[in-house]
C-alpha cells in the first residue's frame, strides 16, 4: 500500500517569538528536523509543506529527504498548508499528517496509525491517556476533502464529518500531545 507523511511546517511561531521550527532542542537538533526525521522512519515518502518565506526550513527537510511543496497561502491557516501538502502528495492510499512542531511523537506511535490505515481505517489516530493525539491518518478516499480544506480549523471538521469511522489507536506516547507553540513547552514535562 501506498502511503504518504505529510508534514505541516507553514506556521508562522506568533506564540514563539522566532521561528520555533529552526529553534533547536537540547540534543542540537532543531525541532522540524526531529518530527521530520521520526515522520521519515516509518513513511518511505514524506511532503513538507513550508510557508514561502522560509527557505532555512526548506532546506534543512529536504536535506532529511523530504519533498518540499511551498505553500504560496498558508498565512490562511493549517487547513490551506494541509490543502496544500495534499495536492502535492498526490493518489495514496492514505495520508498520515504530522505537526512539525510536534519532535516528540515516537515513530512507534506513527507506524502504529499507519497500520491502523492499512488494516482499513477511514480515519486513525493516536490516544494517549484519553487524549487524541497526531499524527492523524486518512484514508485515500479523504484526498478530494483533504485537497479542498481553508482555513485555519486544519481537519477539524472533517474529523467531525467522519467521527463514527475515526479509529482510536491507544499508545503509551505523551510525544503524541506535546506540541510546542511557546519556549515553556521545551521544558521536560512532569512525572505523571
Given at each position: 500500500?501506498?502511503?504518504?507523511?505529510?508534514?505541516?511546517?507553514a506556521?508562522t511561531?506568533?506564540?514563539?517569538?522566532?521561528?520555533?521550527?529552526?529553534?533547536?532542542?537540547?540534543?542540537?537538533?532543531?525541532i522540524?528536523?526531529?518530527?521530520?526525521r521520526?515522520l521519515?522512519a516509518?513513511m518511505?515518502?514524506?511532503v513538507?509543506?513550508?510557508?514561502p518565506?522560509n527557505?532555512d526550513?526548506?532546506?534543512?527537510?529536504?536535506?532529511?529527504?523530504?519533498?518540499?511543496?511551498?505553500c504560496?497561502?498558508?498565512?490562511?491557516?493549517?487547513?490551506a498548508?494541509?490543502?496544500c501538502?495534499?495536492?502535492a502528495?498526490?493518489?495514496?492510499?492514505g495520508?498520515?499528517?504530522?505537526l512539525g512542531?510536534?519532535?516528540f511523537?515516537r515513530?512507534?506511535?506513527?507506524?502504529?496509525?499507519?497500520?491502523?490505515?492499512?488494516?482499513g481505517?477511514?480515519?486513525?489516530?493516536?490516544?494517549?491517556r484519553?487524549?487524541r493525539?497526531?499524527?492523524?491518518?486518512f484514508?485515500?478516499?479523504?484526498?478530494?476533502?483533504l485537497?479542498?480544506?481553508?482555513?485555519?480549523e486544519?481537519?477539524?471538521?472533517?474529523?467531525?464529518?467522519?467521527?463514527?469511522?475515526?479509529?482510536?489507536?491507544?499508545?503509551?506516547?505523551?510525544?503524541a500531545?506535546?506540541d510546542?507553540d511557546?519556549?515553556?513547552?521545551?521544558?521536560?514535562?512532569?512525572?505523571?
Amino acid at each position: 500500500m501506498k502511503f504518504v507523511g505529510l508534514l505541516l511546517a507553514a506556521g508562522t511561531a506568533s506564540r514563539f517569538g522566532s521561528d520555533k521550527l529552526q529553534h533547536k532542542l537540547p540534543h542540537g537538533v532543531a525541532i522540524a528536523v526531529q518530527a521530520a526525521r521520526h515522520l521519515k522512519a516509518e513513511m518511505p515518502r514524506v511532503v513538507a509543506a513550508v510557508r514561502p518565506d522560509n527557505e532555512d526550513t526548506a532546506r534543512a527537510l529536504a536535506a532529511e529527504g523530504c519533498e518540499i511543496v511551498v505553500c504560496e497561502h498558508a498565512a490562511e491557516g493549517m487547513g490551506a498548508s494541509l490543502a496544500c501538502a495534499a495536492r502535492a502528495a498526490g493518489d495514496a492510499d492514505g495520508y498520515l499528517v504530522a505537526l512539525g512542531d510536534m519532535p516528540f511523537v515516537r515513530p512507534s506511535t506513527i507506524a502504529a496509525v499507519r497500520d491502523a490505515l492499512a488494516g482499513g481505517a477511514l480515519l486513525a489516530a493516536p490516544y494517549w491517556r484519553a487524549r487524541r493525539g497526531h499524527p492523524v491518518g486518512f484514508g485515500g478516499r479523504l484526498r478530494g476533502e483533504l485537497e479542498a480544506l481553508t482555513g485555519d480549523e486544519g481537519a477539524r471538521r472533517l474529523l467531525e464529518a467522519h467521527a463514527a469511522q475515526l479509529v482510536k489507536v491507544p499508545v503509551g506516547d505523551p510525544g503524541a500531545i506535546r506540541d510546542i507553540d511557546q519556549p515553556s513547552d521545551l521544558a521536560p514535562p512532569l512525572a505523571v
